[in-house]
């Protein structure tokens, strides 16, 4: 199994690039099935969940080629049946392609996604819109079963924004009969993203990044091209390096607005932010101060921020309190981190974390993506050397971290 060997990072002024957004992507991908003729998708991050993704659409009979971060996908004649538990089981997005594949071939049978280290991730959200909008839907033997004479647009109402059964609902809706209404929708970038590239290739969608999102059903849809917004959580991440070694790091590639909460936030523990078109600069030469956070749908604070945010201040000064609402079990990054020296106490979707002058190397696991970044970023400030195991996680949403941080001056080695 791969891992990171990193050393303490000293204080750096550099510059690195985000790469485009994992989470705009992804249901960008499946929503390329809609079309009848062929779309290029541009500045797609080369990562593993993308592969997964690129590997379903092909197993879906899509002719799907990649060039570097473009990616061209048409499907001309669609099987409609997304099986093998294994691939879909390894990444949740896959059930992204429910939406779509109703949609389009009014039927799909895909394996329920199950559970991840974070949460138990229901899809009822998805479920209960789809069966609004006309589905018969069946669950068994892991599976679920779809199938509709043709979707009709319905008044839909979502218990809690979100995000992926926003993104199913707005896709199937986009060749329903007549309109959709999608209320207490998420407003998330990535949510906008997808209603932009579905508008371009002739959908008829309104009210995206709003909480009320009308769609109005058209006959068919044409490939399209389509650059991916910035990764906001890349950029978030890269913050946190700068924050938690005392450094000043450019970040090149992001749209400001997008990062508005955790530059606030950053802002508030006493880094000095500057944006200027495309890039942010953040200098965190001098001392990080504790902060509070509790994690909320866009535009709150992002719960994938919240590990590395915990990571930082487990070295800040003072004590913080971080509370996740999101999901119900990430909170898996503290035992790990509380074995490098963090002294961080759970109590149910809270942590209290007394930050502590410097961490000590150890022998670490990587749980989940976001999870791993935030041992990473611990390492940067922890005495003496640090193996992290578990990268393939890492690597799932942060394409080429390693060398990005090499570039930066950090030290760390990819072991296999
Ligand atoms: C998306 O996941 C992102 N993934 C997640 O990023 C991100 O953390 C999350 O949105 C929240 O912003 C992708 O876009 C591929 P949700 P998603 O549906 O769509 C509950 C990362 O690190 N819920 O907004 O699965 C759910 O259990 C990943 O890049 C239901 O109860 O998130 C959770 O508690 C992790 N029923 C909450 O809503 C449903 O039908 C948020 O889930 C759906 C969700």
Redesign the pocket.
């Known amino acids: 199994m791969s891992k990171f060997v990193v050393e303490k990072a000293r204080a750096m002024d550099g510059s690195v690039t985000v790469g485009g957004s ?3 992507a ?2 960008i991908l499946a929503a390329t099935i809609l079309a009848d003729s062929s779309s290029t998708i541009n500045d797609v991050p080369d990562l593993a ?1 993308i592969g997964s993704m690129l590997e379903l659409l092909r197993c879906l009979g899509a002719t799907v080629s990649k060039d570097k971060n473009s990616v061209t996908v048409s499907c001309k004649k669609l099987l409609c049946d997304v099986t093998s538990y294994e691939l879909v089981s390894s ?3 896959s059930f ?1 392609l429910m939406g779509p594949l109703l949609a389009k071939c009014k039927k799909a049978k895909i394996s329920l996604p199950g559970g ?1 280290p ?11 819109g789809l069966a609004y909008m006309g589905a018969k839907i069946n669950q068994g033997h892991g599976y679920v079963e779809a199938k509709c004479k043709k979707l009709t647009g319905a008044d839909i109402y979502l ?9 199913n609902l707005m896709m199937a809706a986009s060749l329903a009969d007549g309109q959709t209404v999608i209320e207490n929708a ?1 407003v ?1 970038p ?1 949510v906008v993203d997808l209603a932009n590239f579905i508008n371009s290739m002739g959908g008829n969608i309104s009210g995206a990044g709003t909480d009320t999102i009308k769609v109005t059903g058209v006959e068919s849809l044409k490939g399209s091209s389509h650059t991916v917004i910035p990764d906001r ?1 890349e950029a978030g991440t890269f913050a946190a390096v700068a924050a938690i070694t005392g450094s000043r790091i450019q970040i090149n590639n992001v749209v400001t607005e997008h990062l508005k909460p955790i530059t606030a936030k950053l802002k508030e523990i006493g880094a000095d932010v500057k944006e200027s078109g495309g890039s942010l600069t953040v200098d965190a030469r001098a001392k990080i101060k504790a902060a509070n956070i509790k994690t909320l ?2 535009p709150g604070f ?3 921020m919240q590990a590395p945010y915990t990571a930082i201040m487990s070295v800040a000064e003072g004590t913080s309190i971080i509370v996740e609402t ?3 079990n990430r909170f898996l990054h503290v035992p790990e981190l509380m074995r490098m020296g963090a002294k961080i106490k759970i109590d149910g979707r809270a942590a209290v974390v007394e930050g502590v002058k410097s961490l000590t190397g150890a022998k670490v696991r990587a749980t ?3 999870a791993g970044a935030a041992l990473v970023l611990a390492a940067l400030a922890a005495d003496g050397e640090t193996e992290i195991s578990g990268i393939e996680h890492i690597e799932r ?1 942060y394409s080429e971290f390693d060398t990005k941080l090499q570039s930066l001056g950090v030290n760390i080695e990819r072991m296999e």
């Not at 974070?118 to 209960?128: E, F």
């Not at 218990?159 to 993104?167: H, L, M, Q, R």
């Open positions: 994992k989470n705009a992804l249901p969940d990444f949740r997005a992204l991840c974070i949460g138990a991730r229901p899809v009822d959200l998805h479920l209960k218990d809690f924004p979100s995000v992926g059964a926003t993104e998420a998330e990535e959580i749908p866009y992002p719960t994938d999101i999901f119900e989940d993506l976001r949403g």
